[in-house]
């Protein structure tokens, strides 16, 4: 049966890069069903929003969608479509796994971790105040009376919600994960000994979860202990489990273990829906050079043929992007020795070149 696939390439370079990813999943031979929809800023600037109802409901209608980079214009009022996306199709998990390839410029070799951060709780909510407005004096009044805490008139605030709901079920997924990816432990992490009742309350319910999984196994690290040890022993860790903002940060710490944006793909997950994409921007400078690096795309291609249950072409076609990468010669010029290296590969090319070595089979 063909698999039925909302695909959204983008903006700025997406569209591209989703061409070349294109290529190299159907080369797999997994039968794809492609519902093309369009958002991002041709589509604002055609119809006034980026983000058309059509796309939610086709992604909520197949379940399953493939997306490029989406540009945030700074300044224009358009709220980033991403964090719209994350927000209107609940999906509650990000998704990252960091992995070395041989070929990719590191400073670390054989990594393989899987970061899942919380998308949608933490200080990400977007409960703030501004300093000197009436509804924040009157928030520090509060604060003074019923807890006897000073909070300085010139302050601003932010707030972080943390539930047990979001925790049970972002920690849940983790170990999901984990068990369905034949991995091995998780790792939960918080900053539970400054932040009682947020971080507290997450590693209380990380460990009530965790006893309802006796099968993976289960550890917690406080943040910044964590950011060490990822830099000096980051073999011992496996499936990481974060709130919203230490997993914003983590990731990125993770992906630059392992090379940078290049090779860092991703997926945003929720109980029924999940969208694939790279962790990089639209990187609007080259839009229509066709030069920039389809790969980190193609890595969440390969993440989407797992999640489908075709685990033999999602191990296929992650062996044929590996050796690209290892010969170094069908590679854009990011990962070229030399960003002004002639012999650098188009990002059709890539995609062309993944596609023959997964036809010879
Ligand atoms: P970016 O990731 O687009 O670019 C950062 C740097 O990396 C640039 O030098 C760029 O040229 C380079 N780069 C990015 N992707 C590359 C690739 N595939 N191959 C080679 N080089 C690549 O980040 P930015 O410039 O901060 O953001 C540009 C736009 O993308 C912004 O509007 C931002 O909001 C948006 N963005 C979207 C997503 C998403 O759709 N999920 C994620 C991040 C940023």
Redesign the pocket.
Known sequence: MKNRITLIP?D???PE?TDAVVTALEATGVEFDWVTKNAGTDVYDATGTPLPDEVLESVRDTKVGI????????GTGFR???VAMRKELDLFACVRPCKSYPGVRSRYKDIDLVIVRENHEDLYAGIEFERGKGDTEELIRWIGEHTGRKIRPDAGISIKPISEYGTTRIVQFAFDYARRMGRRKVTSVHKANIMKHTDGLWLEVSRQVAAKNPDIEFEDRIVDNMCMQLVQKPELYDVIVLPNLYGDIISDLGAGLVGG??VAPGANMGDEVALF??????????KGQN???????MLSGVMMLHHLGANEAGRRMEAAIARIIAEGKDV???MKPHRGDPTAATTSRVGDAVAEILREG
């Open positions: 983008g700025g370079t997406g890069i997306k490029g980079p989406i540009t945030t214009p700074v980033s479509v991403n944006l290049g994409e790279a962790t990089h921007g639209s990187a609007p400078k080259y030069r920039v690096n389809p790969m980190a795309m854009t010029y990011d």
